[in-house]
């Protein structure tokens, strides 16, 4: 709720996909429905690797890039 609340008063998705990505609990495991992502860490891993993907167009940490994809340099 909170990282709702914190986009809405202009906190960047970039700063919660850094921060939350990776983060590791159970669940944990092999994700087989998802084409760019192969494994969570946990729920909240799956999570914001879905929104580093849909929002941020990041591809950079996905397990398998998609075509034509150039990976930017930062």
């Known amino acids: 709720m909170s990282v709702l609340i914190d986009l809405q ?19 944990q495991g092999v994700e087989e429905d998802h084409p760019h992502i192969k494994f969570a860490t946990s729920v909240v891993d799956y999570l914001f690797h879905i929104l580093r993907i849909e ?7 996905v397990y398998i890039q998609p075509e034509g994809y150039i990976a930017r340099i930062i």
């Open 9 to 27: 008063y202009g906190v960047l998705l970039e700063t919660y996909v850094h921060q939350f990505t990776f983060t590791r609990f159970e669940l």
């Open 55 to 61: 929002y941020l167009c990041r591809y950079d940490l």
